[in-house]
C-alpha cells in the first residue's frame, strides 16, 4: 500500500511539473468546477476541467495570451497573462450567472420561447450548411463504473472485473483514452485517424470510444441516439416539444443567449428534456444539457442519459463548433448497476479546408500500428482533460496487476484452482491452460428435448479451443453426440476449424459424421419449441432425415464489401420413421402425423430413397457501402444502413447414385434494414431462384420456406419467415419468389395515443408473399404490437396475422417471445 500511495504521489508531482498553464476552477463556494471550458481567445485551442476541477492547457510559446473560462450557469471570466516561463498556474473562481427574464416582453398570446425556437428551426438548415468541412484534433475519455456487484449474475462468478471492485464491490469497470485526428465532410463523411489510445489494466487494448460514435450534430433533424431521436430544432419539433424561456444573459461578447426550457409533449416519444440556449439574432446553438431515458433511445439496460453539448464562436471566421461534449449515464439491469462518462474534446479546427469525397474512403477509423503503445510522458504532454485522482489511481492499480496477471505463476494458480473437478462438473467442465491459451473440455444440456423419431435425446458437447496472438488466429475442435431413447441410436457429428487472420477473416473447416437434420436446413422449428408442441399437443411438426457427410468449407473476405464462401460436401440421405407415441396429453381421436412431409399420413413410406450424392456450394455475400475500423493485424466492418446486401448462390448436385437426384440451383437475396427518421424502422427481405435439371431431385434438396404452425415465434424479427403457413407447404424443385417487409413505428404511432403512450408498446405491420410454379401467389398480412412488458423485461410481441391465397385463407394470433 505504501508503495502504491508513494507510486501516486509521485505521479502527481510528475504529473503537475510537466504541465504548461495548470490550475484549478472553483465556484465562490470552493467547491471544484468540473467540465469548465478553458479557450484561447479567438482559437479553437482549449481544454476541459475534470472531475476535481482541475484543467491543463497546453501552451508552449511564451507570450501574451488572453484565457477564458466559461461554465453554463455563471459568468464568463476572461484572463489576460502574459506568460514568461512554464508551468504558470491560473486558479480561477466563478460566479454564477443571473438569468433574468426582466428584459423579455411576456405576451399572454404567445410564449415568447416559441418565437425564439421558431427563428432557430427557420435558420437550422442554413446553420447546418456553415461547416461544410473540416478537420481537428480529438480527444475522448471513458469510464464506466459499478456499484454494489452481486457476487454471481445467473449462477456464474463476476469475480473482481481485473481488479476493478474494491471492498465493497464498486469501482471502475472501464477506463480508457483516445487521441485522433479527424476530417468531416457534409453531409455525412467522417474519418478518424488514431494516434493514442489507452485502457487501463491492458497494454494491448485499443479504446471503444471514438470521435464517430459521439458525432451529434443537432442542427439534424434526428440525432442517432440508440434510436433516431428528434432534435430540439427540428423541421416537426413543435409536434414533440414545448418550450419554455427560463431566462437571458449575455456572454463575453456582448451576445445574448436566450436559455430555453425543452419539454416533451409525451414522455416516451424519441425526444430529449432539458436545456438548450439559443444565441440572439444568429439563431445558432450556445450550449445545450439535454437529457433522454433508456426508454426513449430503445436502451433498455440504461436508466437515464445526459448530454452536454458547449460551444464556442471565432470572430475570424464567423463560425460557432463544439468544442466540448459529455456523456452522462446510470444502468441498472440483472441487479447491475453503476454510472459513467465519456468526454470528447475537440481542438485546433480548420473550416472548409477545400475537402471532398476523393478525401474520403470506406475506411472510418484507422489506428496507428504503435498507437496503444505512447508512454505515460507522451500522455501528460497532449492530454487535454487532466485525470482525477480515482482515474490516476485506476491506472497505476490495473497496470500493475496486469503484470502480476500475465506472469506464468500466476496463471497457473488461477487455472489449478479453476481445473478442480468438482460435483457439478459433470453437466461441464472446462480444463484451461491460460499461458498456452487453450481450453478443453465438456458440456451435457440440461434442457430435455424429443421428437417422434428418436424419443427423448440426451446430448453432450465436447470442444477444444487454442488461441493465437491474442485471438487474432484461433483452432477450434468439436464433436457433438446424441443420443435417441426411442430409436436406441447414437449419432456423432465432429468439425476441425481454423482462423487464418483477423483481416480478411479466412476460414478452413473440416467436419463430418452423422445426424437427424429438418428437410429445411434453416431449422424453422427449434427443439424446445417442437418438443413442447408434440408432447402437449401431439402435433410433431418437425420432420427428420438421416444425414450421414463428410464437408470441407471456407471462407473469406476477398476485397471490402464482398465475402467467399464454397463447401463441397459428400452425403449419404437416409429416409427416418417414427418410432414412438408417447406424449403428455392424449387426446383419444388424435395421433401424430407421419414423418414424411410430403404426407402427414403416409406412415412407413419413405419420401425418398436412399442415396449417396455430392454438393457443391458457392456463394458471394455484397455488403454496399460497407464501412470499417482498422486496427494493427485487425479489421471490424460496420454495415451501412443506406445500402442493401446482397447475395448470390450456386449449388450443384452431382455425382448421385440416382442420377435423378443431380441438379444445379441459382439464388440471390437481397436484404436492408434502416430507420426513416423518426417514423420506425423498416425492414425488407427478398429472396428468388431457379432450379436447373431437377424435375425428380430428393425432396431434401427442394427449396423449402420457413413457415410456422406454432403460433409461437422467437425470432426477432418476421422478414424470413411465414407464421400462418405450414412448414413444406410451398417446398419447390423450380422457380420461385419470395418477399418480405416489415416496419416498427418504435413509438411513433402509438406514442401519441393518450393513455396508451403510457404502456411504450410499438406498433409494427408486416407484409409477405410467396409464388411458386406450382404453388398459387400466397400472401400474409401482420399488425402486432411489440415491446410489450414491464420496466426493462420487455419480452413479448403479439400479432394478429391473416392469409390470401386465391382468396382468404386463415388468420391467426402470434406470440413473440425474446428471452429464449
Keep these: 500500500m505504501n508503495r502504491l500511495l508513494l507510486s501516486i504521489g509521485f505521479l502527481i508531482i510528475s504529473f503537475i511539473a510537466s504541465a504548461q498553464v495548470v490550475g484549478t476552477i472553483t465556484n465562490t463556494k470552493g467547491e471544484p468546477l468540473p467540465f469548465v471550458n478553458i479557450l484561447i481567445e479567438n482559437t479553437y485551442k482549449g481544454t476541459t476541467s475534470n472531475d476535481d476541477g482541475y484543467y491543463e492547457l497546453n501552451i508552449t510559446e511564451p507570450k501574451t495570451y488572453t484565457i477564458i473560462y466559461t461554465y453554463l450557469g455563471y ?46 428551426i427557420a435558420n437550422r438548415k442554413e446553420n447546418l450548411e456553415k461547416i461544410q468541412s473540416f478537420e ?174 458547449s460551444f464556442s464562436y471565432s470572430e475570424a471566421i464567423d463560425m460557432w463548433a463544439v468544442i466540448s461534449q459529455s456523456i452522462d449515464f446510470k444502468y441498472q439491469f440483472l441487479g447491475i448497476k453503476g454510472d459513467g462518462r465519456f468526454t470528447a474534446v475537440y481542438s485546433d479546427y480548420e473550416f472548409n479546408t477545400g475537402l471532398t469525397k476523393a478525401d474520403f474512403g470506406r475506411e472510418i477509423v484507422a489506428f496507428e500500428n504503435e498507437a496503444n503503445k505512447k508512454d505515460s510522458l507522451f500522455w501528460k504532454t497532449l492530454r487535454p482533460v487532466p485525470l482525477t485522482i480515482e482515474e490516476r489511481t485506476d491506472y497505476i492499480k490495473k497496470d500493475s496487476i496486469q503484470i502480476v496477471k500475465e506472469s506464468k505463476p500466476y496463471l497457473d494458480s488461477i487455472d489449478r484452482a479453476n481445473n478442480k473437478f468438482k460435483l457439478g462438473s459433470i453437466l461441464g467442465y472446462t480444463y484451461q491452460n491460460s499461458h498456452k491459451d487453450f481450453r478443453a473440455g465438456w458440456d451435457i444440456p440440461t434442457v430435455p428435448q424429443f421428437n417422434t423419431v428418436q424419443g427423448y435425446t440426451a446430448k453432450a458437447n465436447l470442444f477444444y479451443i487454442k488461441n493465437y496472438d491474442e485471438f487474432k488466429r484461433f483452432f477450434r475442435a468439436n464433436a457433438n453426440l446424441e443420443y435417441g431413447f426411442s430409436d436406441e441410436r447414437l449419432r456423432a457429428t465432429g468439425s476441425l476449424t481454423y482462423k487464418f487472420n483477423n483481416i480478411s477473416r479466412r476460414f478452413l473447416t473440416l467436419s463430418g459424421g452423422v445426424s437427424a437434420e429438418q428437410f429445411n436446413p434453416s431449422e424453422p422449428i427449434s427443439p424446445l419449441i417442437n418438443s413442447v408442441s408434440t408432447l402437449f399437443f401431439e402435433d410433431n411438426y418437425m420432420k427428420l432425415y438421416d444425414r450421414s457427410f463428410l464437408q470441407l468449407s471456407y471462407s473469406e473476405e476477398l476485397f471490402n464489401g464482398f465475402r467467399f464462401y464454397t463447401t463441397l460436401s459428400y452425403d449419404r440421405r ?188 410499438n406498433l409494427v405491420v408486416g407484409a409477405h408473399l410467396l409464388a411458386t410454379t406450382d404453388f398459387k401467389p400466397y400472401q400474409e398480412y401482420s399488425i402486432g404490437v411489440d415491446n410489450i412488458g414491464w420496466g426493462k423485461w420487455r419480452f413479448l410481441r403479439v400479432d394478429y396475422i391473416r392469409s390470401y391465397q386465391s382468396g382468404f385463407q386463415s388468420d391467426a394470433i402470434l406470440f413473440g417471445l425474446k428471452f429464449f
Design 75 to 120: 459568468k464568463t471570466v476572461r484572463e489576460k497573462v502574459t506568460i514568461e516561463k512554464f508551468p504558470y498556474t491560473i486558479d480561477v473562481t466563478l460566479q454564477e450567472e443571473s438569468v433574468s427574464l426582466g428584459e423579455v416582453v411576456i405576451d399572454a398570446e404567445d410564449n415568447p420561447a416559441n418565437a425564439i425556437m421558431r427563428q432557430a
Design 136 to 309: 481537428a484534433n480529438f480527444y475522448s475519455r471513458g469510464l464506466i463504473k459499478i456499484k454494489d456487484a452481486p457476487e454471481k449474475i445467473l449462477g456464474q462468478e463476476v469475480g473482481d472485473l481485473g481488479g476493478g471492485l474494491d471492498s465493497t464491490r464498486s469501482g471502475i469497470i472501464y477506463l480508457s483514452e483516445t487521441i485522433s485526428k479527424i476530417q468531416f465532410l457534409r453531409p455525412d463523411k467522417l474519418k478518424e485517424k488514431i494516434t493514442a489510445s489507452k485502457v487501463s489494466g491492458d497494454d494491448n487494448g485499443f479504446s471503444f470510444n471514438t470521435a464517430i460514435d459521439v458525432n451529434y450534430n443537432f442542427y439534424n433533424n434526428t440525432v442517432e441516439f440508440g434510436n433516431e431521436i428528434v432534435s430540439p430544432i427540428a423541421n416537426n419539433a413543435f409536434g414533440y416539444y414545448r418550450y419554455k424561456l427560463e431566462g437571458v444573459f449575455y456572454d463575453e461578447r456582448g451576445n445574448l443567449i436566450n436559455k430555453i426550457n425543452v419539454i416533451p409533449k409525451r414522455e416516451n416519444d424519441p425526444v430529449f428534456s432539458g436545456t438548450i440556449y439559443i444565441v440572439e439574432d444568429q439563431w445558432t446553438i450556445y450550449a445545450l444539457e439535454l437529457d433522454i431515458t433508456g426508454v426513449q433511445a430503445r436502451i433498455p439496460v440504461v436508466d437515464i442519459i445526459s448530454l452536454k453539448q
Design 574 to 761: 437416409k429416409a427416418l420413421f417414427n418410432t414412438t407415441d408417447q406424449v403428455f396429453i392424449n387426446e383419444d381421436d388424435d395421433m401424430y402425423t407421419s414423418n414424411n412431409p410430403l404426407d402427414e399420413t403416409a406412415y412407413g413410406v419413405a419420401p425418398f430413397e436412399t442415396h449417396n450424392i455430392l454438393k457443391a456450394n458457392v456463394t458471394a455475400q455484397i455488403n454496399f457501402g460497407q464501412e470499417y475500423l482498422s486496427y494493427p493485424d485487425s479489421k471490424f466492418n460496420i454495415r451501412n444502413d443506406a445500402f442493401p446486401t446482397l447475395v448470390l448462390s450456386y449449388e450443384k448436385g452431382f455425382g448421385a447414385t440416382n442420377s435423378d437426384y443431380n441438379f444445379d440451383q441459382v439464388k440471390a437475396r437481397l436484404y436492408q434494414s434502416f430507420n426513416i427518421a423518426d417514423k420506425g424502422r423498416f425492414r425488407y427481405n427478398l429472396r428468388a431462384g431457379k432450379f436447373f435439371n431437377a424435375d425428380d431431385i430428393a425432396f431434401v434438396d427442394y427449396q423449402h420456406f420457413n413457415g410456422n404452425q406454432t403460433h409461437v415465434s422467437t425470432e426477432g424479427n418476421y422478414t424470413n419467415i411465414f407464421n400462418n403457413l405450414p412448414y413444406y407447404a410451398g417446398s419447390t424443385n423450380d422457380a420461385y419468389l419470395e418477399a418480405h417487409a416489415e416496419h416498427d413505428f418504435n413509438g411513433f404511432i402509438l406514442g401519441k395515443v393518450p393513455l396508451l403512450n403510457k404502456l411504450n408498446f
